[in-house]
């Protein structure tokens, strides 16, 4: 199991360029692959899945009984992201991400932006994730978005395009982590040699954001995690994250409200609370506010948070900028509050809400993928080129019924990466989605979850349907020599 | 430390200590059935069940006694809640929703003891159950040295060692329970060669035989009793465990700066031990000391939850902690 035969297939390669040659960043990593037998590979593969099996980082399958539970797919060839690249791609996600915050603050407050005519008015207010309950709120330190996950492709060309801007409850980060140490053991010389920035540390940078946000006058204020609870599939990270901190890993029967400030229930007694990193959706936060069915939130929370008597992160109410229609507009958002041009850029998008794109959006469905504008994790989607005449019609039918829902983008050429498919290396499809956290300053963690479609020629990289993951090096400088994993076994990783 | 977050530890204690007790249970009698000589079918298999109190569900779906059935029900049977399986994945869970609170090598440890149930209760035959059984308990062994040694010995460690204790108390007497079940209908049988070697066989499911020895010499009713209900040092008596629950129930509530019912009834429990003699108790029947104990013992389990793990705490009698205190 080699690169010998590996065909790039006239798509992007993210480690092979178009005449077959390794890219030259790429180069050590692959001589040390192709250094190694298939067999020395094939056990490095399994070595890692027994690791992810042992520690338990799988995730629920509904509806099968026995083995309901599975890892995370995990492929052991990392992806590489050159310095120079990622210098490009860390200024823009600042970028965005300021502009996006003064956007939120504004149509939360002023409005101005829509008065300006930037974006049509009715587009914004009459969006599902426009929350007139945060109308006239500044949250603390004036941050809505404190974390983020953006979901980044790369088209044929190999530039970057921001495809989501997730800037609700982004999951995934877990996975970076874990990734990466399971890597670090995997490959520790190709690792050492090829110089990668640490991620281990996101930890402190998530402690950091969040003390930030504490109510003035607080100096040592109490910050947990707030989950649905087990049966969420994202339970492994909220509790990671907790682990991470050092903080407590809380439910919402956890907390009650006395004299409008959240209270924890301890062995003590009731212990005040100070900052919330929420992992449930602004809906089930707060029963007595939004979904009045929910038993995952705390009732009158909203309430101690419009007082400023608790920090909540991500604010409620991010989820505007998220909508898909509203995405269209993020490059003129960008030069409205920053008067700069976006150094990443969208992928081109029919408003269906508007006629002409409409029109141009029916006559095209073969050839456009068609998203609603408030789902992620690959729901309510129409890819084009694989769908049947059936599924294009009752799309049809939906945008014209319900035009404001929907939106249409070019089907992309995502850029490939090579993939230990059985017992050969195969290209697949890959997106990227690196995250940020908004405290003091705007950090950009140097790394990030590569997703891959594991299924052949798909395009689909969630997890819930084929997809899965690989360790991503953002790498600090050019790559050193290296020494073969296979002349020096059992050595422990440096780094 | 969050109320949920202490009852669960104290859970995954307890059903990790239960799951070790029940391979004990069976490997018990099945050493007895060797060593008495018993024809199989005759061997007494009843009351392991009877002893776990779970007889009715037993019944629902099993015809006779007989060891396979009783066998099948007590290790891998997914609808009797005190079976191996059961009780592992109950550990299971309550860990994985207080992963962030112990240690990542208590939570790999466990999840690997699942695995390793869940793998042998895909088998089809039970019969040589010996090596499945000194998995569990190795992985036990295991499991305590690292509660040991990778954790704070904080709040959490010590609702975790309560958890254990009361549970390996409650098991102690149970043992001992049905052990004087199938020994006394025949008294004649007291202290002759085969008492011994069925209270040999007693002291061995504890691992106590050694330990025994040093203080009485030869397994016999009397002694044994002694030593597993009031020995002060040996870890699996019962007073070893309830002297030691009491001192963490003691750490935890003087580091909060609390008072509560639970300590109270901690301490009637110790002293009923402390002013216990064991000819007092075998005169007026063991089994009747054992049914008070285990009564006692759960008026102590319901005072911790009252005390600890209850989330409808009145707002009024529970204290706010003020910022500054945290």
């Known amino acids: ?495 | 430390m969050l109320s949920r977050v202490a009852s669960s530890i104290y859970w995954m204690s307890r059903y990790l200590e239960r799951a070790d007790n029940v391979a004990r249970f069976i490997d018990v009698n099945a050493r007895l059935v060797l060593d008495m000589g018993w024809e199989r079918d005759k061997a007494q298999w009843e009351p392991l069940v009877r002893t776990t109190g779970d007889e009715d569900n037993f019944k629902k779906r099993y015809k006779t006694f007989d060891e396979k059935n009783v066998v099948r029900f007590l290790t891998f049977d997914e609808k009797n809640p005190n079976s191996i399986l059961a009780c592992v994945q109950h550990a299971r869970e309550n860990a994985r929703t207080v992963r962030e609170i112990i240690s990542s090598e208590m939570w790999e440890s466990i999840n690997a003891l699942y695995h390793l149930v869940e793998k042998h209760s895909r088998k089809r035959k039970l019969d040589d159950l010996q090596e499945f059984f000194t998995l569990v308990h190795n992985a036990n062994h295991h499991f305590a040295g690292l509660i040991e040694n990778t954790m704070s010995h904080n709040e959490a460690w010590h609702f975790a060692r309560m958890g254990r204790l009361l549970e390996r108390a409650d098991k102690t007497a149970r043992m001992l329970d049905v052990k004087y079940f199938l020994l006394l209908p025949d008294g004649e049988f007291v202290d002759s060669p085969h008492d011994t070697v069925e209270w040999g066989a007693v002291l061995k499911s504890v691992t106590g035989f050694e330990m025994y020895r040093k203080q009485f010499h030869r397994a016999q009713y009397r002694n044994v009793s002694q030593f597993l209900i009031l020995d002060p040092q040996f870890s699996r008596a019962i007073r070893f465990c309830i002297e030691t629950t009491a001192r963490s129930l003691e750490i935890v509530t003087s580091e909060l700066g609390i008072k509560v019912k639970a300590s109270e009834e901690m301490q009637k429990l110790q002293m009923s031990l402390d002013t216990a003699d064991v000819d007092t108790i075998l005169n007026n029947g063991l089994h009747e000391f054992i049914d008070m104990f285990q009564f006692n013992l759960n008026v102590v389990d319901n005072a911790l939850y009252q005390a600890f793990f209850a989330l409808d705490k009145k707002q009024a009698t529970a204290k706010i902690i003020a910022h500054n205190e945290v």
């Open chain 1, 1 to 495: 199991m080699d690169f010998h035969g590996y065909e790039t297939d006239q798509f992007y390669d993210e480690l092979i360029a178009a005449d077959g040659k390794p890219r030259a960043e790429a180069r050590l990593l692959i001589e040390h692959i192709n250094a190694m037998s298939s067999n020395e590979l094939r056990h490095r593969q399994k070595a890692a899945e027994r690791a992810l099996h042992q520690q338990g980082i799988t995730f629920s399958v509904y509806g099968n009984k026995k083995g309901t539970e599975k890892i995370f797919p995990f492929d052991i060839l990392p992806r590489i992201i050159t310095a120079k690249e990622w210098a490009v791609l860390e200024k823009g996600m600042k970028q965005r991400i300021k502009a996006l915050n003064l956007f939120i603050n504004d149509i939360y407050n002023d409005q101005k932006i829509l008065d300006d005519n930037v974006i049509p008015r009715d587009l914004v207010l009459s969006s599902d994730c426009y929350l007139k309950e945060c109308q006239g709120l500044t949250p603390p330190k004036g941050i809505w978005i404190h974390i983020t996950g953006t979901d980044l492709v790369r088209d044929d060309s190999g530039e970057f395009y921001v495809l989501e801007d997730n800037l609700r409850c982004p999951s995934g980060i877990s996975y970076v982590l874990q990734n990466r140490s399971i890597l670090k053991r995997t490959l520790p010389k190709a690792f050492q040699a090829m110089g990668a920035l640490p991620v281990s540390d996101y930890g402190d940078h998530l402690y950091e954001t969040l003390r930030h946000l504490a109510p003035d006058g607080i100096k040592n204020p109490n910050v947990i995690v707030l989950t649905p609870g087990i049966y969420n599939s994202a339970y492994y990270e909220h509790s990671f994250l907790a682990q991470q901190m050092g903080v407590p890993l809380a439910q919402g029967s956890d907390l009650i409200i006395i004299n409008d400030h959240v209270m924890l229930r301890t062995t003590r007694g009731f212990e005040q609370v100070d900052v919330i990193y929420r992992r449930i959706d602004d809906e089930f936060l707060d029963p007595e506010v939004f979904n009045k069915d929910s038993l995952l939130g705390v009732p009158g929370i909203m309430e101690c948070y419009r007082k400023g008597n608790v920090a909540l992160a991500n604010a409620p109410g991010t989820g505007i900028a998220d909508d898909k229609a509203v995405y269209a507009y993020v490059p003129q958002i960008i030069k409205y509050y920053l008067g700069e041009e976006p150094i990443i850029k969208n992928v081109p998008t029919f408003i269906c809400d508007d006629k002409k794109d409409r029109d141009h959006v029916l006559a095209n469905l073969e050839s456009l993928v068609v998203k609603a504008v408030n789902l992620s994790g690959g729901y309510g989607m129409l890819i084009g080129p694989v769908s049947t005449a059936e599924e294009r019609e009752e799309f049809a039918k939906k945008i014209q019924e319900n035009p404001r829902d929907y939106i249409a983008q070019p089907t992309l050429a995502l850029s490939r990466t090579p993939t230990i498919i059985g017992d050969s290396i195969e290209g697949r499809h890959v997106d990227f989605r690196p995250y940020i956290l908004f405290g003091k300053s705007i950090f950009v963690l140097p790394g990030g979850l590569t997703r891959v479609a594991l299924t052949k020629g798909s395009l689909i990289v969630n997890s819930s349907q084929g997809g899965g993951s690989k360790d991503t090096w953002v790498l600090g400088g050019e790559p050193k020599s290296i020494m073969h994993e296979s002349e020096n076994k059992g050595e422990p990783a440096n780094a």
